[in-house]
């Protein structure tokens, strides 16, 4: 599979503790995107970090990119129990025309 | 401001039935369009995408097909539905092929029995 992996697939935290949820792909990339759904709802763009960088910042939200070692992570500061969704990573692998998307991380803050 | 539309909402049909689904875009021109399948649980699957009127690339061999009759229009259709056809169908656009994010449709729910 050319998709990302996310791990872990579920995540329990407690309001206002880090979350961190890591992915994995394996070809060469454009760029790699970060997504959030809600359940039943159709996902959200949350952040697009380019294969030139290193690490992003947006808000609560910090992604780094280590492409030599192919895998990314979503750090979510200070939780809140709306950030209970599901959250998923996607590539833009080098020269295709679309998004792999991984099987994504379930999160649930519990308030 | 570009928004989505994606219709209809929930969808139960039995098995042999046709099937349409309907994505529209508004506030936006020629936009890449793609339709995703998400199964329970599950990552998306990417079924079709298309840069233009009458241009659909396939991903996977499925019983499925889409169309593109207008340039903000994009159908995903099935002359006879399988079981295996049920899942969360999500509609998404994009202004750029190589780079750019993807906007997501609020998707449609299809049970096929």
């Known amino acids: 599979s050319q998709q990302g992996e996310e791990d872990p697939q579920a995540l329990s935290i407690q309001e206002g503790e880090n979350a961190t949820m890591n992915c994995s792909y394996k070809t060469s990339i454009n760029n790699l995107q970060w997504y959030r759904q809600n359940s039943g709802r159709g996902l959200v763009h949350l952040i697009l970090i380019r294969s030139n960088e290193r690490e992003k910042h947006s808000g609560r939200l910090r992604v780094t990119l280590d492409t030599s070692k192919k895998s990314s992570s979503l750090l979510i500061t200070a939780s809140r129990a709306a950030d209970t969704a599901s959250y998923f990573c996607a590539t833009r692998r080098t020269g295709a025309n679309n998004l792999f998307f991984g099987t994504g991380t379930r999160l649930t803050v519990i308030p | 401001s570009q928004t989505i539309h994606q219709w209809p909402a929930t969808l139960v049909q039995p098995v042999g039935s046709p099937l349409s689904l309907e994505c529209t875009v508004e506030g936006t021109s020629n936009p890449n369009l793609y339709w995703y399948r998400q199964a329970a649980g599950r990552g998306l699957q990417l079924l079709f995408y298309?840069?233009?009127?009458?241009?659909i690339s396939s991903e996977v061999p499925q019983n499925l097909s889409a169309s593109r009759p207008q340039d903000r229009q994009f159908i995903l259709s099935s002359k006879k539905l399988l079981l295996s056809d049920s899942g969360f169908y999500l509609c998404?656009?994009?202004?750029?092929?190589?780079?750019?994010?993807?906007?997501f449709g609020e998707g449609s729910r299809l049970t096929v029995l």
């Open positions: 998404a656009w994009g202004g750029s092929l190589n780079t750019g994010e993807l906007f």
């Open positions: 298309s840069v233009g009127i009458g241009q």
